[in-house]
């Protein structure tokens, strides 16, 4: 296995004096999709905000090619690992070529040209999520699934080898949802991006994901292989919910069915 | 097609450059009283002597100058709150910059220190220091880890400007008859300057000002998506924040403390630019510059004869286009969101 592109050690981090995080140690290898599903308020958005640095941590180091967030910078941070958020909201009619363009803020000086080098990136990484057709259009008049795949555009453009996404299939059609999982495969098999994506779909997490964190009240309480995660034990002690737990034959990873909730343990 | 849309952007940018300048040029020339050019310029060694010479440059000049200096900042301003803010409704005094500078100013008039000081009136300074304390109080109030979370700078904002508010009508209550005059025309705004004195007194911080926020442009872009956002690709966020926030407030200061609260500017021409050339800060940020001068220099020829020789002030003319301007603009953001919730 390669060295990992990012590696967390014992991080602590929160708002104010108490942690939300405690003891997060996590590696993350070049290629590899992992996949972090926890109930709601487990601390899944405040681990993405620590990680890319926007919370600065209590305490424990947050490491990018065996480098801290500080050691590295704020504009060479944000050649190492991007973030999709959850909601991006467009105030300005930014057009799709020039909203993609944003994504190269981190390698432009301050009153550069944009490259031909900047061009080839964000040609290709629009026609990548086929946003190619729509680069004269007003991001503001895009539908939910189209905005979603610009957005990941604009990450792609900003060329890191880390890219952490916020629930990233939020409010998309399951068409949709699957063509965001497919592009981060396709992204993480062709570039070797490593994929740090929380989601509340464990089913899409199954399918994609090569391991599964598992975070509860503020831990990582497991962090394994989908076929370990996805078990009816597991959803009933963290979710609350009872499911039934069968194999796709068509993909070889286990799906949960979940049929009735109950009170978490 | 990058370069062919960014070529037509900043060809958008010259026009709008060159139509300003060209207003800047030609509005000493219209006036009350008629003005011979050729006299003027031919007696520019004893500007005193000659009646064209001084109407010029003693009077008309000046407040050319002054009117584009103020309407560039208060437009450059208003694109850097409306990114800052991400509302596309804000304007320079949404934050109480203005608010500040009038309750300077009438508590100045108010308790008679408003005393010639080398030729300088001193109500400017008291207006100053009144917008930048004001400057200093909603940034304490809104700061929370070191960064200006977006609502509760609006709020720390309208909070301080309401209080504000009070305090003026309180000046207002305890004044008499000419303290009220001299207050109310105050809050007008005018640009009724004699000589160039206090345009030079302003130049530092609106030449810094104006490079500070043109330096800073690519921020906005990022910013205007939000903290988390702008964070992640590499935007230094706080010291972002705070120092197009001071700067931009300076600069608005600064022209407040000499013209008044002359409102709308900042927000009319900030979406004019905007619907003509996009949302992208750069260009926006210097095509704002350019036609918030041009757009406050025509008003100021249409407020010194309108009415000739009577003379309108100028905050009364802005307000009355911004106004229904304003309305429009709110119509066409309804219209979009009526069915959204």
């Known amino acids: ?265 | 097609m990058t370069l062919e849309h960014s070529t037509k952007t900043w060809i958008g940018v010259a026009v709008i450059a060159v139509l300003s300048v060209l207003a800047v040029l030609l509005s000493p020339l219209i006036g009350a009283s008629s003005l011979d050019l050729g006299a003027a310029l031919a007696n520019l060694h004893d500007i005193s002597g000659s009646k064209d010479a001084s109407i010029l440059f003693v009077t008309r000049l000046p407040r050319t100058v002054l009117a584009a200096i103020t309407g560039s900042a208060l437009a450059m301003a208003g694109v850097v709150f409306q990114a800052l803010l991400r509302n596309p409704l804000a304007t320079p005094y949404t934050l109480g910059v203005s608010s500040g500078g009038a309750v300077g100013a009438v508590l100045a008039i108010k308790l008679g220190l408003d005393v010639s000081f080398m030729g300088f009136s001193t109500i400017p300074v008291f207006s100053l220091v009144g917008s930048a304390g004001t400057i200093a109080l909603v940034y304490v109030l809104a700061r929370s880890d070191n960064r200006l979370p977006t609502s509760v700078l609006l709020l720390a904002g309208v909070a301080v400007s309401f209080f504000y508010s009070a305090l003026i009508l309180f000046a207002h209550y305890l004044a008499d008859f000419s303290e009220n005059h001299k207050m109310l025309r105050w809050m007008m705004g005018g640009l009724d300057i004699v000589g160039f004195d206090s345009v030079i007194s302003l130049l530092p911080l609106w030449i810094f000002g104006l490079l500070w926020l043109v330096m800073r442009a690519r921020d906005l872009d990022q910013l205007a998506f939000g903290g988390l956002v702008a964070h992640s690709r590499g935007v230094d966020v706080k010291r972002s924040q705070k120092s197009l926030y001071i700067a931009s407030s300076l600069m608005v200061s600064s022209v407040v403390c000499v013209a008044g609260p002359i409102g709308f500017v900042g927000l009319i021409v900030p979406h004019s630019v905007r619907f003509l050339l996009g949302p992208s800060h750069v260009p926006l940020l210097v095509a704002s510059g350019f036609a918030g001068a041009g757009f406050l220099v025509l008003c100021d020829a249409a407020a010194r004869t309108l009415l000739a020789p009577m003379e309108l002030p100028i905050g009364i003319l802005t307000a009355m286009i911004g106004g229904p301007f304003f309305v429009g603009l709110l119509f066409r953001e309804k219209k979009k969101h009526v069915y959204e919730d």
């Open chain 1, 1 to 265: 296995m390669n060295e990992a592109v990012l590696s967390v050690r014992n991080l602590e981090a929160g708002y104010g004096k108490s942690p939300i995080l405690r003891d997060i140690g996590l590696d993350l290898a070049p290629g590899e999709f992992v996949a972090v599903v926890g109930p709601n308020g487990s601390g899944k958005s405040t681990l993405m905000k620590s990680l890319v640095g926007f919370l600065p941590p209590i305490s424990g180091d947050v490491l990018y090619n065996g480098k801290t967030l500080l050691e590295l910078g704020r504009r060479k941070a944000a050649r190492h690992v991007a973030l999709v958020p959850q909601t991006t909201v467009f105030h300005f009619p930014y057009r799709v070529y020039d909203y993609v363009l944003l994504g190269r803020h981190p390698y432009r000086g301050l009153f550069s040209y944009t490259t031909e080098e900047d061009e080839k990136i964000v040609e290709e990484a629009m026609r990548r999520t086929e946003v190619w057709t729509l680069r004269r259009r007003a991001v503001t008049e895009l539908s939910g699934g189209e905005r979603q795949r610009v957005v990941l555009a604009a990450a792609f453009a900003q060329q890191t080898r880390v890219l952490l996404l916020d629930e990233p299939t939020n409010s998309l059609d399951l068409r949709h949802q699957l063509q965001v999982y497919e592009l981060l495969s396709e992204m993480k098999r062709s570039n070797g991006l490593a994929v740090l994506a929380v989601t509340h779909d464990l089913n899409l997490a199954s399918l994609h994901a090569d391991r599964i964190v598992l975070i509860a009240e503020g831990r990582i309480v497991d962090d394994g292989p989908p076929e370990r995660i996805v078990s009816a034990e597991l959803m009933k002690r963290y979710f609350g919910v009872e499911s039934t737990v069968l194999m796709d034959k068509q993909s070889n990873r286990p799906y949960a069915l979940s049929h009735r909730s109950t009170s978490p343990q």
